[in-house]
């Protein structure tokens, strides 16, 4: 098994994202359709892994992995939003020549994500597939199921980042009515050490600068191919503290200054001055509250790795 799924069709995606065009709040799954937006985003996420933590071999997964697999039994790794998959390849492969045996399952509402993750894990010899499907629809249960039916316990990972750009309260309850008892959630995302001021302001810093250092050019993207003009506007960030969760939520925003008139899917939409579109959110999570945050949803932490800036959680239900 080697192959690619899809349950959304081109339509589907399209109509969802005219109307977040309309509603002005692009979800975060439309900054990765297409070629452009497949490439610029691996090519700004080394950059920023680069400047962050001098790059990485992402040998914390590797780390993780082997504590949640068990000899003798078939484990499914499901990547959620998995992008090219490249970085738990090396968790996998060596999880592999451990003796451990794993089915990759895939998931990403990118088909663009999905090829390359196909190529990408091309020479590992496991079962693999690779559903297009967004994680909180209705019928990702039922798909996954059918999916991993082989297995005897699941691994549902947001590896890289994902769990930060998605609506939290939401994806926490799709989870919990998707896991059964033997599975795990595994969250990796970035923390911050402690909450005061200092370090807020650093974290702060780190983030602003994404509005002028190039990453603006790849948020844009959605815009531009609906025919907006880069110069009529121009990108800001703002920062909320998100309590439920203890994230810093930086969210960035395309604000006009002009008025621009766009016609998509037979329809006329009129940008004016001072409108806002929301492309992109980022969350900084304090460790505590986050854990507090799931045990709230009824998981039960077994596992934790805290690597600099870098966290690893696992639940169960
Ligand atoms: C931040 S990228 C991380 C990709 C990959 N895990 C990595 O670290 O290289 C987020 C990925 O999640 C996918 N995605 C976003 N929203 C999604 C959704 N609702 N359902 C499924 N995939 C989604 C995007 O297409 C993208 O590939």
Redesign the pocket.
């Known amino acids: 098994m080697n192959k690619i799924i899809s349950y959304i069709s081109d339509t589907e995606l399209e109509n969802e994202f005219y109307r977040d065009v309309r509603d002005r709040y692009i ?3 439309f900054l ?1 359709q297409g070629e452009d937006s497949v490439d610029g ?1 691996y090519n700004l ?1 080394h950059e920023h892994v680069e400047e962050v933590e001098g790059g990485s071999d992402y040998s914390e997964y590797t780390k993780v992995i082997e504590k949640l697999l068990v000899k003798n039994t078939r484990s499914a790794f499901i ?6 998959a ?2 738990e390849k090396n968790a996998l492969k060596q999880a592999l020549s451990n003796g451990y045996s794993i089915t990759y399952v895939g ?4 088909l663009g ?1 999905l090829e390359e993750a196909k190529k990408n894990l091309e020479d590992l010899p496991i079962d693999k597939v690779f559903l297009q ?4 629809d209705d019928r990702f249960k039922e798909k996954i199921a059918a999916a991993t039916q082989e297995c005897d316990n699941r691994i549902f990972a947001f ?4 769990l930060a ?2 609506n939290q309260t939401n994806i926490a309850d799709s989870m919990y009515n998707i896991l059964e008892k033997n599975d795990y959630l595994w969250v990796d995302v970035r923390i911050r050490p402690d909450t005061n001021m200092e370090t807020n302001m650093k974290i702060f810093n780190r983030y602003e600068r994404y509005v002028y250092d190039g990453t603006e050019r790849w948020w844009f993207i959605p815009l531009e191919k609906i025919g907006v003009p880069f110069t009529s506007g121009k990108m800001n960030m703002k920062m909320v503290y998100e309590h439920s969760v203890g994230a810093l939520h930086f969210m960035f925003y395309f604000t006009f200054t002009e008025k621009v008139v766009v016609h998509v899917d037979g329809n006329t939409i009129h940008f004016l001055p001072n409108e806002e579109v929301k492309l992109q959110t980022i969350r900084v999570y304090h460790p505590e509250t986050l854990k507090n945050f799931f045990k709230e949803h009824e998981f039960n932490l077994v596992l934790q790795e805290i690597d600099g800036e870098d966290g690893q959680f696992i639940f169960k239900k």
């Open positions: 979800d975060q799954k990765y985003y996420e990547s959620l939003g998995c992008g090219n490249s970085i998931v990403d509402t990118s994500m499907i967004d994680m909180i590896i890289g980042g994902t750009n998605v």
